[in-house]
């Protein structure tokens, strides 16, 4: 690329000025690229992204937790309404005509007048029949104490070795 480059900055050879289509006054400049310039992205463009991620994923998963927990008591209704997303989008501060969670009970085009609320016979999936949820204990006893492990040197490990063994022996 050395030879290359000092070949370009001499003076061309003789039989480009024999040329008819030489013309001196120009100079002849090797090829070069433009620099490149930094492409910026827009403050807080992949925070926005990453944030989007986590509440679909959270939400999925919310989501299967709530089937799951709806197969193991036997709630199947509720499975269909763990699925229910809402519509439109709401501004903040605004109050929905209807909340996501009764749009499945509620049918589509009924009056949301106290008498047509009160008749329960138009209502999808709602029964006399009372569900209870499967009571389950909590993953962590919260009334034992935390331990925690004593560690022993070798002599004081050799001394209760032998004080066990002495006690099972006798």
């Known amino acids: ?23 001196p006054r120009v100079p002849i400049t090797p090829a070069q690229r433009p620099k490149r310039t930094f492409k910026f992205h827009d403050k807080g463009k992949f925070e926005k992204i990453a944030q989007r991620l986590r509440t679909k994923t959270q939400l999925e998963k919310l989501q299967a937790e709530i089937s799951q927990a709806a197969k193991r008591t036997g709630i199947h209704a509720s499975t269909k309404l763990a699925l229910i997303a809402p519509k439109k989008e709401l501004k903040e501060g605004d109050i929905p005509e209807v909340e996501w969670w009764d749009s499945y009970i509620i049918p589509t085009g009924i009056e949301l007048s106290e008498e047509a609320l009160s008749k329960r016979n138009d209502f999808f999936g709602i029964t006399n029949l009372v569900e209870h949820p499967a009571q389950l204990n909590p993953p962590v006893d919260t009334d034992s104490p935390v331990t925690l492990g004593v560690y022993l040197t070798k002599k004081e490990q050799k001394k209760l070795r032998r004080q066990t063994r002495r006690s099972e022996e006798h």
């Open 1 to 23: 690329t050395l030879f290359r480059s000092q070949q370009l900055r001499e003076k061309p050879s003789d039989d480009l000025e024999s040329n008819t289509f030489f013309d």
